[in-house]
């Protein structure tokens, strides 16, 4: 009896550690040190002309919150606004300057353990 017990509780440990971390990959969990109560990233509108566009890829994004640090890392650079897109592991960074692959890779470097893979003009 006490062995039907233990299987029990064994299986049902890992029923819930296999669901949970499906749901994490999927990026439906609540990884990044919170809740699951979806993103908080922000979108910021550009006073001028857009002279400056980039598409640059990003790896390590896995859920939304990833996804919004790294949009507001992006948006936090001075004359640029950014959308990122978490199912594409991308962003598209539109400037009313020039902004150096340095700034962009340093910002996203800053959000977390993020890292760029490329920059492209688009």
């Known amino acids: 009896m006490i062995n039907i017990i233990i299987i029990t509780i064994i299986v049902l440990a890992i029923f819930f550690a296999v669901r949970t971390s499906i749901r994490h990959f999927m990026g439906q969990g609540s990884c990044c040190g919170g809740n699951s109560g979806g993103s908080c990233a922000l979108e910021k509108k550009l006073d001028g002309t857009v ?3 980039k598409n640059i890829k990003i790896q390590g994004m896995i859920c939304e919150k990833c996804e919004a640090r790294v949009q507001n890392a992006l948006n ?40 760029v893979v490329s920059i492209e003009d688009r």
Do not use: M, T, Y
Request: charged letters at 35%; hydrophobic letters at 40%; zero cysteines.
């Open 51 to 53: 002279v400056f566009k």
């Open 76 to 115: 936090e650079i001075n004359g640029a606004s950014a959308k990122v897109n978490l199912k594409k592991a991308e962003a598209k960074l539109d400037a009313i300057r020039e902004v150096s692959e340095e700034e962009i890779r340093s910002a996203v470097q800053n959000a977390g353990n993020f890292n």
